[in-house]
C-alpha cells in the first residue's frame, strides 16, 4: 500500500497569508495525485488533479506542483473560506489511498 | 448540474448485511468509473471500492474484499455496495463518488451512514 503522509497536522494562519501543504508518498505515483478540501458537515471537494490542474471552478489562488513522491498545494493569499481540512489522495495503482489530512486554521 | 444521492445506510449488527444505492443524474452515467468511498473520525478517508464504466473491472480494499461487492445498473443510472459480513470496523460515512482524470474523484455525494453495532 502506498502511504501517504501529509505535513503539518495543522497550520494556524490568519487570512491573505501563503500557505504551502505538503504530501509525500511512500512509492511513486507519477502525476496521479489529487487534492481535495472538506469543511465541516460537507463531502470532500476536488480542487487539484493529476498534481497541477485546477478542477472546475476552483479559484486560481489554489495551485499544485510536483512528481513522483513529492508534492505540494499551495493557497497563494488564505480567503476567509479556505479555513478547512486538505487531504492529498494518490490514484496511481489499488489500493487508493489518502493522506491523514492538513488543517488550516484561523489564528 | 452532476448530483449523486446515496441511501441505504442505517443500524446493522455485526455479521449483518447491508445494501448501499447511488443515484446519479446530470451526466452520462455510463461513461465514467465509480467508487465508493469512507470516512470514520478516527481513520479518515479510506477508499472502498472502484467499478469501470461497463462493470467488467472491479477493485476492493484489502480490508472489505470477499464481503463487499460493488456493482452497477447503467440504464438506471445507480450505483450499488453490497456488504456481508458487517464488523464494527465499518462503521462509517459511506460516499459514492464519480471517477475523475488519473482516478481522481471529481463530484461526491454527502453520505450516508453506516453503524455496526449490537
Known amino acids: 500500500e502506498n502511504v501517504l503522509t501529509q505535513s503539518p497536522a495543522t497550520l494556524s494562519l490568519s487570512p491573505g497569508e501563503r500557505v504551502t501543504l505538503s504530501c509525500r508518498a511512500s512509492q511513486s505515483v507519477s502525476n496521479y495525485l489529487a487534492w481535495y478540501q472538506q469543511k465541516p458537515g460537507q463531502a470532500p471537494r476536488l480542487l487539484i488533479y493529476?498534481?497541477?490542474n485546477r478542477a472546475t471552478g476552483i479559484p486560481a489562488r489554489f495551485s499544485g506542483s510536483g512528481s513522483g513522491t513529492d508534492f505540494t498545494l499551495t493557497i497563494s493569499s488564505l480567503e476567509p473560506e479556505d479555513f478547512a481540512v486538505y487531504y492529498c489522495?494518490?490514484?496511481?495503482?489499488?489500493?487508493?489511498?489518502f493522506g491523514g489530512g492538513t488543517k488550516v486554521e484561523i489564528k | 448540474e452532476v448530483q449523486l444521492v446515496e441511501s441505504g445506510g442505517g443500524v446493522v449488527r455485526p455479521g449483518g448485511s447491508l445494501r448501499l444505492s447511488c443515484a446519479a443524474s446530470g451526466f452520462s452515467f455510463d461513461y465514467y468509473d465509480m467508487n465508493w468511498v469512507r470516512q470514520t473520525p478516527g481513520k479518515g478517508l479510506e477508499w472502498v471500492s472502484t467499478?469501470?464504466?461497463?462493470?467488467?473491472?472491479?477493485g476492493y480494499a484489502d480490508s472489505v474484499k470477499g464481503r463487499f461487492t460493488i456493482s452497477r445498473d447503467n440504464a438506471n443510472k445507480s450505483l450499488h455496495l453490497h456488504m456481508r459480513n458487517l464488523k464494527g470496523d465499518d462503521t462509517a460515512l459511506y460516499y459514492c463518488?464519480?471517477?475523475?482524470?488519473?482516478?481522481?474523484?471529481?463530484?461526491w455525494g454527502q453520505g450516508t451512514v453506516v453503524t455496526v453495532s449490537s
Open positions: 489522495q494518490q490514484g496511481s495503482n489499488w489500493p487508493f489511498t
Open positions: 467499478i469501470n464504466w461497463n462493470g467488467g473491472s472491479t
Open positions: 493529476e498534481a497541477s
Open positions: 463518488a464519480r471517477g475523475g482524470s488519473a482516478s481522481s474523484f471529481d463530484y
